[in-house]
């Protein structure tokens, strides 16, 4: 068997069935968008909206420096980090 050969005409054949499942399903459903594609936008406009309106509505609000403080969240994150790393390497070390 000629291996370039096999690579293009699978690639080939791949390329020709994917083009005439998407004109089938286009005519089928009047749309090149999948049914999961447009639900995950649904939801993701659903999310932005709101984010937007929470943030809209927490403008008014002062924010304290102890409200920005992030860095005992990121301090706690990086030592779980560290701690994961550490075990991932103790136990390629016992292998």
Do not use: C
């Not at 993701?44 to 002062?62: Q, V, Y």
């Not at 409200?67 to 969240?73: I, M, N």
Request: hydrophobic share 40%; net charge positive.
């Amino acid at each position: 068997m000629h291996v370039p050969s096999f690579v293009v005409g699978s690639a080939a054949t791949g390329v020709g069935f994917l083009l005439i499942h998407r004109e089938l399903s286009h005519r089928q459903r009047l749309s090149s968008r999948w049914i999961l594609a447009e639900e995950a936008e649904k939801e993701l406009t659903k999310l932005w909206g709101s984010a937007r309106a929470s943030l809209l509505s927490n403008k008014s609000m002062p924010q304290t420096p102890q409200q920005l403080d992030v860095s005992k969240y990121v301090a706690d994150y990086k030592n779980k980090w560290n701690d994961g790393v550490s075990q991932i390497r103790n136990f390629a070390a016992k292998k």
